[in-house]
């Protein structure tokens, strides 16, 4: 494990991996309203966390989230209209943002519509500069960023051999991914190290191996972009069931 701010849970199976993971979006969230008066959310896209965000407009957690506060982003998108059937603004607004009252002006999608990646990568960076008020230089910080792993260890869409990877100033990245045939937006490594939380969130056999690399391997971090996910003061958490951490033998892992 990486250092003490990283925690790692192991929970018995995916719907127990998503219980313990709403039970933390909504401590953080309390946490960050009481404090500050809003909770700043990246959500992540991919399977994983549907479970998270049926659980949260559920009967047991809805209520318990003051949706008025919270402000929602995306991790990432991939470049497809929000309506097609692989936007993750889609599958969010499907499972959790047409089931609890939050205030439309407080859902930040990105503009993945745009024929032009590169503009709507700008555009969303302007979007979040002026929410965060933050200038050229500075990064803004989020109080959680919700992000899976991909088996070739990528995460939002910080894919290996990416360009993407290896942005240090801007806040937002348009990315080719040759590998899935796709274009993305993705949320750069210094806004997500910047982030008073990170919660990955893993489950699956197929995730054991990639899991055991992220945590355990030393070797360079350009090896699995996920491994560049250090928070520079915030808080690391991977949420994981037993199927995912199979391969890991690392002390300090709870068991749920
Ligand atoms: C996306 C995600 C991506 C995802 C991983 C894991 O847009 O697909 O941001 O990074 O988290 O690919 O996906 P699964 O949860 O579906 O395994």
């Not at 607004?93 to 002006?105: A, G, K, S, T, Y």
């Not at 230089?137 to 070739?152: C, H, M, N, W």
């Not at 939380?197 to 350009?222: I, M, N, Q, T, Y």
């Amino acid at each position: 494990m990486r250092g003490g701010r990283t925690e790692l849970l192991v929970c018995r199976d995916l719907h127990e991996m998503s219980r313990r993971a709403a039970e933390l979006f909504v401590r953080l969230a309390d946490t960050a309203v009481s404090s500050s008066g809003r909770f700043t959310v990246a959500l992540s896209g991919g399977a994983t966390p549907k479970g998270l965000y049926t659980l949260l407009a559920g009967d047991q957690f809805r209520p318990q989230v003051s949706w008025s506060r919270v402000h929602l982003f995306w991790g990432d998108e991939r470049c497809v209209p929000p309506d097609h059937p692989e936007s993750n603004y889609r599958m969010v607004r499907e499972l959790l943002l047409d089931r609890v009252p939050i205030p439309q002006h407080n859902v930040h999608r990105m503009p993945a519509e745009d024929e032009d990646p590169a503009r709507a990568g700008a555009e969303y960076e302007t979007t979040l500069r002026a929410f965060f008020e933050v200038d050229v230089g500075e990064f803004p910080r989020f109080d959680l960023i919700l992000l899976g792993l991909g088996q070739d260890g990528h995460t939002a869409s910080l894919f290996p051999g990416t360009a993407a990877l290896a942005e240090t100033e801007r806040l937002v990245a348009s990315t080719d991914v040759e590998q899935h045939g796709t274009v993305r937006l993705t949320l750069t490594v210094p806004v997500i190290n910047r982030a008073a939380s990170v919660v990955f969130v893993v489950a699956g056999e197929a995730k054991a191996s990639v899991l055991r690399g992220v945590l355990g391997d030393k070797r360079g971090p350009e090896r699995l972009p996920a491994q560049r996910i250090q928070p520079v003061s915030g808080k690391l958490w991977f949420i994981v069931d037993r199927a995912a951490a199979k391969e890991l033998t690392l002390p300090g892992a709870r068991e749920t």
